[in-house]
């Protein structure tokens, strides 16, 4: 092979290169031009001075895309090892609690991060309610589209942790989790699961979500590097 | 040198090429763990793409310097 030729190859990928650099630049702006449209929802970019991010600052990156949960026939199932297992609709998880606001930033293993003024009822609240067993050490949670994470129970029982149903004043669009998202202060953004389902109490202190299994952290800390 | 120049170059290229192929893992997840046959999965994209940046950079700067170098001796 002559030098001209190598020097020609080079110079042909680096334009093959640039050309998917500049192609997946345009998809992204398209796309994210679309869920501008799409995700029209009237949200506030301020709260008490901060500034906030907005809802369509997100990067869309679940397993397997947006889930469409109907309202209606939606039930939160509380379950495993608990003394008051229950399920709630969507109306009665938001009137039969409590609810708060606060702001927080979701920091995602792909660099980016948003910081959004989150309301949703106090995931302490749930616990008390369904009364765990002293055996249950581990919540996990289930979401719409199949995915799993779980934590210590004592992560939600020192702090106040949400599960929010709005976000920057606004119903969570079904791209960011209607009807539930849970707010993991302090975490990675792969613990914050979407479109919550199921929330299972279990002894098993070894269970592995859906990324945990893929050589995620198990405990997700932001402190913490994500990668095993 | 001549071997030397065409490693850089070379080298380069598979960086660069492997540098791409490991940040769309990370960011197109959902199509390339499939399209690898669930070879290329998220974790392992991540893994990749850091451990190629350091190498992705020297060659970057020894190839610019060969190419540069080479035209000043013309």
Redesign the interface.
Known sequence: MTSKTITNTIIIVYFVALTVGVGYFIKSEYNKALGRRFLDVVEVRQYEGQNLSSVNDFRENSIKGPQFVDRQSYRLKISGLAQNPQQFSYDDVISKHESFKKIVTLNCVEGWSVTILWEGIKLKDIINEARPSPDAKVVIFHAADGYTTSFPIEYFVDNDILLAYKMNDAVLPPERGFPFQLVAESKWGYKWIKWVTEIEFSDNQNYQGYWEKRGYSDTGDLNEPFLK | MKIFT?II??G??AS??VY?ISG?G??Q??IVEPMTFGLL????A??IHDYVFFPFVILLILHLYITFRKKRIR
Not at chain 2, 41 to 44: A, E, H, I
């Open positions: 065409r170059h070379w380069l290229l660069i090429v791409v769309f990370i960011t997840a959902r999965g998220k974790n392992l991540f893994k």
